[in-house]
Structures are given as structure tokens and as C-alpha cells.
């Protein structure tokens, strides 16, 4: 079973660029659809886009064109890069690997955009 760590969260200017990092253990990343997620403070968990088994994205129509989702096999690792970021997508940004009945999160990652 897979075990995820997120990072690279912190505080961007508005239209800046970020990268998220959702590094795996324990078992392949890219056995799992891997997905992220966002909660901005007073709201609830929303998805922001997956990336398939076989490697094909998806994204919430709120951050497609600005955010895409890759995964670097090699590291083990899923990444979010996220541009022009723009201050309502202010939250704390999770990962997560599911395959049938297993899901497991990484810990939340803060992304402020402010100026």
C-alpha cells in the first residue's frame, strides 16, 4: 500500500507559479489514480483534478488551463504545477492514491496567493 507526503506549498504573488510535490512509498504512485484536492478555510473539499493508472488527467473546470497534474515515474512522485494562480485558490492542498477500496492521503499543504 502506498503511503504519500505532500510539500512545496508557501505564499505566491498573484499569477505566480507554484509546484506541489506528492511523493509515494511503498508501492508505485502510478498503480494508483492520483488525485488532489484543496479545502480554502470555510469550505469544503474540493477536487481540483486526477491523473489515471494509465496516465490521463482530468481537471475541475475552475483550474483547467492553470493547473496541470503529472507524475514523474522514475521519483515516485506526483506533481501539481500550478500557474497564475490567483488568490481564491488560497487552501490547504492534499493528495491521494485510490485503487478499489484503498485510499490513502498525504498530509495537507499550505498555498497562500497574496501579494
Known amino acids: 500500500q502506498v503511503a504519500l507526503v505532500g510539500s512545496g506549498g508557501g505564499l505566491v504573488q498573484p499569477w505566480g507559479p507554484l509546484k506541489l510535490s506528492c511523493s509515494g512509498s511503498?508501492?508505485?504512485?502510478?498503480?494508483?489514480?492520483n488525485g488532489w484536492y484543496r479545502q480554502a478555510p470555510g469550505k469544503q473539499l474540493e477536487l481540483v483534478g486526477v491523473i489515471s493508472s494509465d496516465g490521463n488527467p482530468n481537471y475541475a473546470d475552475s483550474v483547467k488551463g492553470r493547473l496541470i497534474i503529472y507524475r514523474n515515474n522514475a521519483m515516485n512522485t506526483v506533481f501539481l504545477q500550478m500557474n497564475n494562480l490567483k488568490p481564491e485558490d488560497t487552501a490547504v492542498y492534499y493528495c491521494?492514491?485510490?485503487?478499489?477500496?484503498?485510499?490513502?492521503w498525504g498530509q495537507g499543504t499550505q498555498v497562500t496567493v497574496s501579494s
Open positions: 511503498g508501492s508505485n504512485c502510478s498503480d494508483y489514480a
Open positions: 491521494k492514491a485510490r485503487r478499489g477500496s484503498f485510499t490513502s
